[in-house]
C-alpha cells in the first residue's frame, strides 16, 4: 500500500483522512482515498487482470465515450487513479427498480463498443470468434468439467456458432464482459475493465441479461436485448441481429471461463472461486438467457 500511495501523492492525490481498502478480491483491490477535491480510488489489478490498465488507457487515448478520465495510470504495475463516479447503477435500482435505467445505459455502452470496432486492444486477451474454438479446446484440456465428453462432442456446433458470427460483418470490439449492475455508473460511465476482452460485441449480453433476471424474474429480456442491439440496425436486420445475439450469449459462455482462468492466474488458493471457470463450461447445456 505504501508504494501505491506514494504513487498517488507523486500524482498530486494528498489524503485528507482515513485511506480505506474497501474492495478486495483475490485478482484486484482498490484504495479510497479522500481528498480536499472529493474522494479517488486506487486500483491495483492482480496477475491475470493487470492489462485493465493498458485498456483503459487505450480506451481513452481513442476518445471512447462513457469512461471515467483516469487522474494516473501505471501500464506496467497495472495501476489506476479515479476519480469518483458517483452512485451505481445497482444503488440506484435498489431504491427505484425501473427496468428503463438498464434502458438508458445500454444503448450508451454499445456506443462505446462501435468506437473501439477494429481497434488496436493492447494486451487484452483475443476472443474473437475465429479463436473461441482453440480457446473452448485448451479449457477442456486444463479444466475438471464434470460432463468431459458432452462438451468435446460440442465442439464442432460450437465451432459451427463462432463461424457464424465470425462472417457476420459486425466487428470485433472491446467487451466488458462483466457488465452488471454493480459495474456501471448510474451515470451511465462503466468501469472495472479487469474482465475485459476483444470479442463480438453481443457476448456482453450475457452477464448483463443474467443480472436483470436475477432482480426481474418475470422480465422479458428481449427488451433489454432490443435496446442494446439498435445502433447494429443500420447494417443488419433485427431478425439477424436476434440470432447473432443468441449465438454469442452461448459462445461468451466460453470466454467467461477463460475469464475466470485469468482472474486466477497466480492464485495460491481460489477457495470458493475454484468452481468458477469449469462451471460456466457446464453453463454451455443450460437454457439460453433469453
Known sequence: MEDALAWAADNGVTPVGEVTQPRTAVWSTALRIPTRDGVVWLKAGGAGTRYEAGLVKALVEMGAPHLLTPLAIDVERGWLLLPDGGPTLRSV?????????????????????????????????????????????????????????????????????????ATSGIAPTVNHDDLHDNNVFSSGVLFDWGDADLAFPFTSLLVTLRAARSRWPDLDLRRLRDAYLEPWTDSHSRAELELLALLATRVGKVGRSHAWVRALTGVPDPGEHREAAPGWLEELFEEDVF
Do not use: I
Open 93 to 165: 435500482l435498489d431504491r427505484d427498480p425501473d427496468v428503463s435505467h438498464w434502458e438508458k445505459v445500454l444503448p450508451g455502452y454499445a456506443e462505446l463498443q462501435r468506437h473501439a470496432e477494429n481497434r488496436v486492444l493492447p494486451g487484452v486477451p483475443d476472443h474473437r470468434p475465429q479463436r473461441m474454438p482453440a480457446v473452448l479446446a485448451e479449457l477442456l484440456e486444463t479444466q475438471p468439467v464434470e460432463h468431459r465428453e458432452e462438451l468435446e462432442a460440442l465442439q464442432p456446433r460450437f465451432a459451427e456458432w463462432c463461424d457464424e458470427l
